[in-house]
């Protein structure tokens, strides 16, 4: 199997975007195989898996500002993440490398983490959205710079556009 995926992290067909989605669905069957309600999961046990909180992290538990990244709230949390980090993480990954957008893929998520931090005192904080939103900021400073053909600029702005709104 290490071989296996040795190989295929090389191979010029692998989606790190792909990787990144399953890890993040991967995640949450284990979570909710574990007893977490598939809708609206229990705050005290995302705690547990990670999640981030102002009062755990501040504290010397800074991993929950990756980790949290890859947890959702529900079902429906993250569909609609994925769906989105597929449509965006695809274009971008392709635009930058792999490298670069695994690196700019956990920066985002992280500074999301950290601005989550700030504005709030005691919410738990899940999800994908902050790395999500930092690829956006990735595609806009593309389009800033002609790198992005106009009909594909078109498409991905409409999908941002309602992802923005939902978020909202």
Known sequence: LKVALINLSHSK????????????????????LSGLDFLEPDS???I???????????????????TCTFLHYGLLHVGM????????G???????????????????????????????EKVVGVGASGAIFGL???FLALNATGHIDRVLQQNLQRKILFFILISL
């Open 136 to 138: 956006f900021g990735v």
């Open 44 to 46: 005290l046990k995302l």
């Open 90 to 120: 695809l274009f971008v990954e392709k635009m930058i490398g792999r490298w670069q957008f695994i690196g700019a893929y956990l920066l985002a998520g992280i500074a999301g983490s950290m601005t989550s931090l700030w504005w709030h």
């Open 13 to 32: 067909y692998f989606s790190t975007t792909y990787g990144i989605i399953a890890i993040n669905v991967l995640i949450y069957l284990a979570m909710v």
């Open 48 to 66: 547990d898996w990670g999640a981030n909180i102002r009062s755990h992290t501040l504290e010397g538990q800074w991993w929950r500002l990756i």
């Open 81 to 88: 993440n994925m769906w989105v980090l597929s449509d965006i």
